[in-house]
T-cell receptor, first 119, second 118 residues
């Protein structure tokens, strides 16, 4: 299995531009999570999906952020318009259904992250 | 709501010594899971160890052990025989139980930067 695949790995964009981050979860995983990591705020959960349905989006910072999961194998996180304070590393993670996944990671698998820089 | 607290922004340890990274948590879920992750400078999130709230024994994985004290709501990570490669950011995280308000999602602490000195 290729694991959770995020693209792009790095993104540099100008303030005001639209940015789209992409994630392909592990096949068969029912849950998908989007996290944002910054020095000031640490790792924040932005939104998560179960069976393609958004369950909790309370972490989405504002209306400029939107996330979709059109099917079980693809999700996007979009920022429009982007601002310098959106600069962060964005992680996607997925997990199978059930209370406790198998070893070694008990189900949660993280992608390599997308480092976003808004100038 | 779940809350994870890591009160040590940075820790230093001498190579080959043991170090304890602190983690306390708060939750109203009847059962939960506790995780520790390592994030080296390369940025990836590496799973280290897991403890279920009803597990009778403290979890161990090689040089990593979890000192789980349920009554105190603490889940400290102990790294024995520290190595230079252990220098990294370490995160404690919690997952809620089925039927709880936080099922499925991982809530993270602020992290502790560990530096291992030769």
């Amino acid at each position: 299995d290729a694991g959770v695949i995020q693209s792009p790995r790095h993104e540099v964009t100008e303030m005001g531009q639209e940015v789209t981050l992409r994630c392909k979860p592990i096949s068969g995983h029912d849950y998908l999570f989007w996290y944002r990591q910054t020095m000031m705020r640490g790792l924040e959960l932005l939104i998560y999906f179960n069976n393609n349905v958004p369950i909790d989006d309370s972490g989405m910072p504002e209306d400029r952020f939107s996330a979709k999961m059109p099917n079980a194998s693809f999700s996007t996180l979009k920022i429009q318009p982007s601002e310098p304070r959106d600069s962060a590393v964005y992680f996607c993670a997925s997990k199978p259904k059930g209370l406790q996944g198998p070893k070694p990671n008990y189900g949660y698998t993280f992608g390599s992250g997308t480092r976003l820089t808004v100038v | 709501a779940q809350k994870i607290t890591q009160t040590q922004p940075g820790m230093f340890v001498q190579e080959k010594e043991a170090v304890t990274l602190d983690c306390t948590y708060d939750t109203s879920d009847p059962s939960y899971g506790l995780f520790w992750y390592k994030q080296p400078s390369s940025g990836e999130m590496i799973f280290l160890i897991y403890q279920g709230s009803y597990d009778q024994q403290n979890a161990t994985e090689g040089r990593y052990s979890l000192n789980f004290q349920k009554a105190r709501k603490s889940a400290n990570l102990v790294i024995s025989a520290s190595q230079l490669g252990d220098s990294a950011m370490y995160f404690c995280a919690m997952r809620g139980s089925i039927g709880g308000t936080s099922y499925g999602k991982l809530t993270f602490g602020q992290g502790t930067i560990l530096t291992v000195h030769p």
